[in-house]
């Protein structure tokens, strides 16, 4: 058993060596998901999705007054037709006051 | 140029010179280029990346390579066709876990090491093209030649995106058009009984394709320097 467990450990460790997802700095999605915000500021607000080739491809949130601090809003992964979007990344725009203030990425996967 | 000396030397074998005016003829080469292209969506893709907290890292530099048939239709006039090829990449890696890579290293005594980059997300633009160009000879001494050219091109493009678990690609086709300056140094050298010649071009190339469906457009326009060989046929 020892000798089994001294070949395997070498095995597993080479197979896991470059595999650290947990460390991406974008999710992970297959489902309808939250994600927060902070606004600096009190202002209008606009939530878009946009896709790899940077089209938009839903409206969260239009012309939405919000106050500063920290907000929430969730998307379904469906577009704007109500299509469940392909496979591929993804990128939500929050923008104040016609700024984007903060881009946030995911990966969007069945 | 010293690559090109260094071949010169290696496979030249010294011409005569009997023969220095100028004769009709087709020659066929490969190329080797370098261009450096303007893709701005693809700059502001990868600026959306970093904002979204990615060290994205995009080329500057297209490279490419390809196949062509230069014919000296007239002592004054020169036709150049060809297919080539342009990749133009850039993406997103991480390290590799070092924790896991330490104990790697101990128990198999550095055998084995897993150093070296992840790619996370990977782009990758190609583009093959198919070029047709006639060209003015400015200039002709006796085995050099200066011409100056220009003509349409037809690209076709690929766009790839890779990530963990998924990959997107697009495609779609478009008109160009490409001038340049070429040098060519000729009938100095043989390869066996071939006539050897080597070309270095510089020039321009308006080149966007439009990424079907998506109204994407990737612009492979910019300078560009390319250098090639050339045997008689």
Same mark, same amino acid.
């Given at each position: 058993?020892?000798?089994?467990?001294?070949?395997?450990?070498?095995?597993?460790?080479?197979?896991?060596?470059?595999?650290?997802?947990?460390?991406?700095?974008?999710?992970?999605?297959?489902?309808? /998901?939250? /994600?927060?915000?902070?606004?600096?500021?009190?202002?209008?607000?606009?939530?878009?999705?946009?896709?790899?080739?940077?089209?938009?491809? #839903?409206?969260?949130?239009?012309?939405?007054?919000?106050?500063?601090?920290?907000?929430?809003?969730?998307?379904?992964?469906?577009?704007?037709?109500?299509? #469940?979007?392909?496979?591929?990344?993804?990128?939500? #725009?929050?923008?104040?006051?016609?700024?984007?203030? +903060?881009?946030?990425?995911?990966?969007?996967?069945? | 140029?010293?690559?090109?000396?260094?071949?010169?030397?290696?496979?030249?074998?010294?011409?005569?010179?009997?023969?220095?005016?100028?004769?009709?003829?087709?020659?066929?080469?490969?190329?080797?280029?370098?261009?450096?292209?303007?893709?701005?969506? =693809?700059?502001?893709?990868?600026?959306?990346?970093?904002?979204?907290?990615?060290?994205?890292?995009?080329?500057?530099?297209?490279?490419?390579?390809?196949? =062509?048939?230069?014919?000296?239709?007239? =002592?004054?006039?020169?036709?150049?066709?060809?297919?080539?090829?342009?990749?133009?990449?850039?993406? %997103?890696?991480?390290? /590799?876990?070092? %924790?896991?890579?330490?104990?790697?290293?101990? /128990?198999?005594?550095?055998?084995?090491?897993?150093?070296? +980059?992840?790619?996370?997300?990977?782009?990758?633009?190609?583009?093959?093209?198919? =070029?047709?160009?006639? %060209? %003015?000879?400015?200039?002709?001494?006796?085995?050099?030649?200066?011409?100056?050219?220009?003509?349409?091109?037809?690209?076709?493009?690929?766009?790839?995106?890779?990530?963990?678990?998924?990959?997107?690609?697009?495609?779609?086709?478009?008109?160009?058009?490409?001038?340049?300056? #070429?040098?060519?140094?000729?009938?100095?050298?043989?390869?066996?009984?071939?006539?050897?010649?080597?070309?270095? +071009?510089?020039?321009?190339?308006?080149?966007?394709?439009?990424?079907?469906?998506?109204?994407? +457009?990737?612009?492979?326009?910019?300078?560009?320097?390319?250098?090639?060989?050339?045997?008689?046929?």
């Amino acid at each position: 058993m020892g000798k089994i467990l001294l070949f395997l450990l070498p095995a597993l460790l080479l197979i896991t060596a470059g595999c650290n997802d947990s460390t991406y700095p974008f999710q992970q999605v297959t489902d309808e /998901f939250t /994600f927060t915000y902070d606004l600096p500021s009190d202002g209008v607000v606009d939530l878009i999705v946009l896709n790899c080739y940077m089209n938009n491809i #839903r409206t969260l949130l239009a012309d939405s007054t919000q106050s500063s601090g920290s907000h929430s809003s969730s998307w379904d992964l469906l577009d704007e037709n109500a299509v #469940r979007v392909p496979d591929g990344l993804y990128y939500v #725009r929050i923008i104040l006051d016609n700024d984007v203030i +903060e881009t946030q990425m995911y990966e969007v996967y069945k | 140029m010293t690559l090109l000396m260094l071949l010169l030397c290696t496979i030249g074998q010294p011409y005569d010179g009997s023969n220095d005016s100028f004769s009709p003829g087709f020659r066929i080469g490969f190329t080797f280029m370098a261009s450096f292209p303007s893709m701005q969506n =693809e700059k502001d893709f990868a600026d959306m990346n970093t904002a979204a907290g990615l060290d994205f890292e995009l080329g500057s530099t297209a490279w490419g390579g390809s196949v =062509e048939v230069l014919g000296d239709v007239s =002592e004054k006039f020169r036709i150049r066709g060809s297919v080539g090829g342009t990749n133009f990449s850039g993406g %997103y890696s991480e390290g /590799f876990n070092a %924790y896991q890579n330490i104990f790697l290293v101990l /128990f198999t005594l550095g055998l084995f090491s897993g150093s070296g +980059e992840d790619d996370v997300i990977e782009l990758n633009d190609q583009a093959i093209s198919i =070029e047709a160009q006639a %060209y %003015y000879v400015l200039t002709r001494t006796p085995g050099m030649s200066i011409s100056a050219g220009a003509g349409p091109m037809y690209t076709f493009a690929t766009r790839q995106l890779d990530s963990p678990n998924t990959g997107t690609s697009g495609s779609g086709s478009g008109l160009g058009f490409v001038a340049s300056l #070429r040098l060519d140094q000729e009938s100095t050298f043989k390869l066996g009984c071939l006539p050897l010649m080597f070309g270095l +071009e510089a020039g321009y190339r308006m080149n966007s394709v439009k990424i079907s469906a998506d109204d994407y +457009e990737l612009d492979f326009s910019g300078p560009f320097v390319k250098l090639g060989s050339y045997i008689g046929i």
